[in-house]
């Protein structure tokens, strides 16, 4: 195994980025999202007459003289609450390539640092993982646990080594990312969906309608070496990491142009999709990502 392959490095510590939602929390846990309950908030909602709150701190007495007949009017406001935020994690089989990029470094860090970032902001954090199955070893409930990050990087980084370690990197695809994101609930949540999304059109749509009871934000990991960077010329071997189908090539100049516009095209039209379903603008997370970018993206494609 080599040392950068599935390790968490050393000096990685996890970044707060931030989010927003423009739905209302349903939870009664104290937090930072905008509810539908009454209570003693600081987001003005309206008034109401004294009889139906009885809260004489709030009278508003301009209010309550422009009222035919007069009655006392009080001021009332919104609670605040907490929403359940969940990462979603694609280890099929392609998330093991390895090139320019550690994708599974990548995951790690993004999701230990969206634990992070939730707790933080007084959200839960709950995190699935689905191949071909629904990853118990990855499975962690919603949590306020101000620890939540740093046993988050340890369960991945170590689901990672044994992994390797098993030699389960091969054959596996994404079949139960759309029963996964249905095991959710009904009660709307956050979902951060993380994968390369190398996937048949049949999985794509079924996962976009399971997770259409929630506000979903694709996180989409592609390392550039899969398309670009190939000889320029002569045969080559490619091996499909999920089905283990091989097929030989001759590289070309043309076949170099038509793989180059084949990737353009699919990235414009996964974007299309994820909007026609309703989701956020996809975040193509970039090797060596920052935190300052992660939240300009999620404030500015807040649904």
């Known amino acids: 195994?080599?040392?950068?392959?599935?390790?968490?490095?050393?000096?990685?510590?996890?970044?707060?980025?931030f989010y927003n939602m423009n739905w209302r929390s349903k939870s009664y846990h104290a937090g930072a999202t905008l509810t539908t309950h009454h209570g003693n908030?600081?987001?003005?909602?309206?008034?109401?007459?004294?009889?139906?709150?009885p809260d004489p701190k709030r009278i508003d007495i301009r209010a309550s003289v422009r009222t035919v007949p007069r009655q006392?009017?009080?001021?009332?406001?919104?609670?605040?609450?907490?929403?359940?935020v969940y990462a979603i994690i694609d280890v099929s089989s392609s998330m093991f390539f390895q090139g320019e990029a550690n994708m599974r470094q990548q995951v790690t860090e993004f999701v230990s640092s969206l634990a992070w970032s939730a707790n933080r902001q007084g959200d839960a954090f709950g995190m699935r993982a689905a191949d071909d199955h629904e990853q118990l070893a990855?499975?962690?409930?919603?949590s306020f646990q101000p620890g939540t990050a740093q046993a988050v990087a340890q369960q991945i980084t170590r689901?990672?080594?044994q992994a390797e370690t098993m030699n389960r990197a091969d054959g596996r695809s994404a079949n139960a990312i759309p029963e996964t994101l249905m095991s959710l609930g009904s009660q709307r949540a956050l979902v951060f969906l993380l994968s390369d999304f190398y996937w048949?059109?049949?999985?794509?749509?079924?996962?976009?309608?399971a997770g259409q009871h929630h506000d979903v934000i694709p996180v989409v990991l592609r390392d550039r070496t899969a398309t670009a960077g190939l000889p320029s010329f002569g045969w080559a071997r490619l091996r499909d990491m999920e089905t283990g189908e091989e097929r030989s090539w001759m590289l070309r100049r043309k076949l170099h142009q038509q793989i180059a516009d084949h990737a353009k095209q699919q990235k414009k039209s996964l974007n299309a999709r994820f909007l026609?379903?309703?989701?956020?603008?996809?975040?193509?997370?970039?090797?060596?990502?920052r935190a300052e970018e992660v939240s300009r993206h999620l404030m500015e494609s807040m649904s």
């Open 41 to 53: 908030g600081s987001d003005f909602a309206g008034f109401a007459s004294l009889l139906a709150c």
């Open 200 to 209: 048949p059109d049949a999985l794509l749509q079924q996962t976009l309608q």
């Open 1 to 17: 195994m080599s040392p950068s392959s599935s390790q968490l490095q050393a000096a990685f510590e996890p970044s707060q980025f």
């Open 72 to 84: 006392w009017l009080v001021r009332t406001y919104l609670e605040r609450a907490a929403v359940r």
């Open 159 to 161: 689901y990672w080594q």
């Open 276 to 289: 026609t379903a309703g989701t956020r603008a996809p975040l193509w997370l970039n090797p060596g990502w």
């Open 138 to 142: 990855l499975q962690v409930l919603p």
